[in-house]
C-alpha cells in the first residue's frame, strides 16, 4: 500500500521549453502533496505544499511563477517547470500525505530532468 | 522550526560488522522521528518511524532506532550490514501540530559497505 509514482522518470529539453512531471498516489487519497529538489549528493530541499483544492504554498526562495504546482485531485499533482534553464537540472521527487499518516509521507521515484 | 543534524557524511564500514548512523535534532514541539533510505537515482523508503511509546523502533531491513529525548537523538543501527545496504540514509522529524505535514531532512549520511 501507499504507492506513489512519478512520470517520467527522466527528461531531457532544451532550453526555454516547459516540462510538466505528474505525481500520483496509486492506492490511497493524498491530503497532501509535497515538491523536493535534490542536488547531486545532497539533501531534499522542500520546494512547495499543496493540498487538494487549493493553491499551493510555495517555500522562501522558490519562483512560484517558475514552478507551477497543480494539485486537482486527491490522487494526482504536477509540478511544471516553466522556461527551463540549464540550472534546473535536477532530481526533482514528489511525496504525498494523509490525514492519518502521522505526517508520514510516501515518496515517489523521482524525476531525473535535465536542461540543455 | 525544527532542525536535523546528521554529523557523519561518510560512514564506511565491512560487511557484517556493526554500523551506527547518528541523528540529532532539535525542536521546540514534540516531533515524530523518521529514517528513510535512497538507492541511486530513486525515491525514499521508509526505513523506521518513531511516533510514540517505547523508545525502540524496529525497521524493515534488520535496521532499528532508538528515541533519547534527553539527547534529543534518534541513532540508525544495524548489528550486521550488507552490500546491499550502500546507500544514503536520511533522518527526518516531523511536529506533532501545527507543522502540516512538512517533514525536515539532515544532510544525509552516506553508507558504504565494503567487502
Known amino acids: 500500500g501507499a504507492v506513489v509514482s512519478q512520470h517520467p522518470s527522466r527528461v531531457i529539453c532544451k532550453s526555454g521549453t516547459s516540462v510538466k512531471i505528474e505525481c500520483r498516489s496509486l492506492d490511497f487519497q493524498a491530503t497532501t502533496m509535497f515538491w523536493y529538489r535534490q542536488f547531486p549528493k545532497q539533501s531534499l530541499m522542500l520546494m512547495a505544499t499543496s493540498n487538494e483544492g487549493s493553491k499551493a504554498t510555495y517555500e522562501q526562495g522558490v519562483e512560484k511563477d517558475k514552478f507551477l504546482i497543480n494539485h486537482a485531485s486527491l490522487t494526482l499533482s504536477t509540478l511544471t517547470v516553466t522556461s527551463a534553464h540549464p540550472e534546473d537540472s535536477s532530481f526533482y521527487i514528489c511525496?504525498?500525505?494523509?490525514?492519518?499518516?502521522?505526517?508520514?509521507?510516501?515518496f515517489g521515484p523521482g524525476t531525473r530532468l535535465t536542461v540543455l | 522550526a525544527q532542525s536535523v543534524t546528521q554529523l557523519d557524511s561518510q560512514v564506511p564500514v565491512f560487511e557484517e560488522a556493526p554500523v551506527e548512523l547518528r541523528c540529532n535534532y532539535s525542536?521546540?514541539?514534540?516531533?515524530?522521528l523518521f529514517w528513510y533510505v535512497q538507492y541511486p537515482n530513486q525515491g525514499l523508503q521508509l526505513l523506521l518511524k518513531y511516533l510514540s511509546g517505547s523508545t525502540l523502533v524496529k525497521g524493515i531491513n534488520g535496521f532499528e532506532a532508538e528515541f533519547n529525548k534527553s539527547q534529543t537523538s534518534f541513532h540508525l543501527r544495524k548489528p550486521s550490514v550488507h552490500i546491499s545496504d550502500t546507500a544514503e540514509y536520511f533522518c527526518a522529524v516531523s511536529a506533532l501540530t501545527g507543522g502540516g505535514n512538512k517533514l525536515t531532512f539532515g544532510t544525509g549520511t552516506q553508507l558504504k559497505v565494503e567487502l
Open positions: 525542536s521546540s514541539v514534540s516531533v515524530y
Open positions: 511525496s504525498a500525505g494523509t490525514r492519518i499518516s502521522y505526517n508520514e509521507q510516501f
